[in-house]
């Protein structure tokens, strides 16, 4: 890493540039992707990398939506939307650890969602969208067979 930093400087030096005026961006390596997962339990848990592009330390109460069926996106497209007071239609964060969650058994339920079973998972790939002042997150649902249980 130090190497690399010196190349980058050496490199700067040559090209007559200074260092101090370029962004560098953040790697994704070691968090991973924004995603969440349909727990077994109806939770839906999402991924530390989700948990630093939604901040549910700020964010603690949400609705989750989707377009009516004569709109363009599919079925499998949620949207949540972090709003500042609970009601009826809000769910709220829940911390296990470092590890964030929402309840959501009943939506399950509702879109058809088998969330217990054992052979497929399901999955929300989250991107952050802006719309004038308000951002919100778009979760597209994807299917992926469960991991074997290692036995030891």
Not at 3 to 13: D, F, R
Not at 20 to 34: K, L, R, T, V, Y
Not at 110 to 136: A, M, T
Not at 146 to 151: D, F, G, H, P, R
Request: with cysteine; hydrophobic share 35%.
């Amino acid at each position: 890493m130090v190497a690399s930093y010196w190349n980058l400087a050496y490199y700067c030096i040559m090209v007559e540039m200074d260092i101090n005026s370029i962004e560098f961006f953040e790697s994704e390596d070691g968090i991973g992707p924004a995603k969440a997962t349909v727990h077994r339990s109806g939770k839906l848990g999402f991924s530390r990398a989700a948990n630093k592009l939604i901040d549910f330390e700020t964010n603690k109460f949400f609705k989750i939506g989707r377009k009516k069926p004569d709109g363009v996106d599919k079925a499998d497209i949620l949207y949540l939307i972090p709003v500042a007071e609970k009601d009826e239609f809000t769910f709220t964060v829940i911390k296990a650890g470092g590890y964030y969650s929402l309840k959501t058994k009943r939506l399950l339920n509702q879109l058809g969602i088998d969330y217990r079973n054992e052979e497929e998972s399901v999955i929300f790939d989250i991107d952050e969208v802006r719309d004038k002042e308000k951002k919100y997150f778009k979760l597209t649902s994807r299917k992926g067979k469960q991991k074997a249980a290692q036995s030891e």
